[in-house]
């Protein structure tokens, strides 16, 4: 596996993972009280949107295995998140 570059460095630390958190947790928030959820469910549906939109971004921002592992940790908060809780 290659180091990151200080230009990869600086994309993930304050650009990609932060936009993909941002939009992943409007998107989860919005989802489950569109599904009618509770304050509980809304408030896990962005956390966990959010979780996978942050490795999602740094996924987009990376390459070779580091890529993969960051896109998978975003399919698994997308999993877990649309996990029923009762």
Do not use: D
Request: glycine share 24%; net charge negative.
């Amino acid at each position: 596996m290659r180091e990151l570059t200080s230009e990869e460095i600086e994309q993930v630390g304050g650009g990609f993972g932060a936009v993909g958190a941002a939009l992943g947790g409007i998107a989860g928030g919005l989802t489950a009280a569109a599904n009618g959820g509770n304050v509980g469910q809304v408030a896990a549906g962005a956390a966990f949107g959010a979780a996978s939109g942050f490795f999602g971004g740094i996924a987009s921002a990376t390459t070779g295995i580091t890529r993969v592992m960051f896109g998978a940790y975003s399919i698994e908060m997308g999993v877990l998140s649309s996990a029923p809780t009762s």
